[in-house]
């Protein structure tokens, strides 16, 4: 099956600067990346995806990368603000079958 | 425009016994996915139904079991609890559109067994 390994587990940047979490993954026939924001007690949000058939992709602060031919993707996240401090997930799929990340815990200091 | 929702909120069970949650889906979104979040875990895969049929499975034991309704609404079954069965559980749900589509999640049901 597919295996999906994300780093940093933990993560913390100066309000203003960027972050980046970065996950590979180990089956080819994966062809969509999504990755989710989860807050303490609520459920995981849709922040942006990439397929396997873009290399980048962004949406005003947040942008992600694919890179096939390494398997693996990126998180960028640029001017960070205290409320984007969340748990930030990281997925591939198949087939509808979605694979998770261990997750990054990312802390924004005001 | 209703979200995903999930029943109970929260649930406590002992050791041995059985559970059921349930899920209803956006409406018109045909799929229905379930994990299991362990505390500081990403959410694992456990099953994925279409149209009321089973399309997909994790590595989960035979204890665990679901279901889907002709109104896409499902339920997910746990037989002989076990303390490791402790976790948030998930639904997502889908609008399959012939590729791998966006999965939008629900806010959980929390299970602690005892």
């Known amino acids: 099956g597919e295996n999906v390994e ?76 205290p409320e984007d401090s969340a748990v930030y997930f990281c997925a591939a799929s198949w087939g509808n079958q979605f694979y998770f990340g261990t997750g990054t815990s990312l802390t924004v200091i005001p | 425009d209703a979200g995903v929702t999930q029943s109970p909120t929260h649930l406590i069970k002992t050791r041995g016994q059985h559970v059921t949650l349930r899920c209803s889906p956006i409406s018109g979104h045909k799929s229905v996915s379930w994990y299991q ?27 665990f079991s679901a279901r889907q309704f002709p109104n896409y609404s499902s339920e997910l079954n746990v037989n002989a609890l076990l303390l490791g069965d402790s976790a948030l559980y998930l639904c997502a749900s889908s609008e399959p559109g012939g590729g791998t589509d966006t999965q939008y999640f629900g806010p959980g049901t929390r299970l602690t067994v005892l």
């Open chain 1, 6 to 81: 994300q780093h940093p587990s933990t993560l913390s940047v100066q309000e203003g600067d960027s972050a980046v979490i970065k996950c590979t993954y180990s089956d080819s026939a994966s062809n969509y990346f999504p990755w989710y924001k989860q807050e303490l007690g609520k459920r995981p949000q849709l922040i942006i995806d990439i397929r396997s058939n873009v290399g980048e992709k962004k949406d005003q602060r947040i942008a992600v990368t694919l890179n096939k031919t390494a398997k693996h993707f990126s998180l960028h996240i640029t001017e960070t603000q």
């Open chain 2, 37 to 63: 979040q362990v505390l500081g875990q990403g959410p694992q895969f456990i099953f994925q139904y279409y149209e009321k049929e089973e399309r997909g499975r994790g590595n989960f034991p035979d204890r």
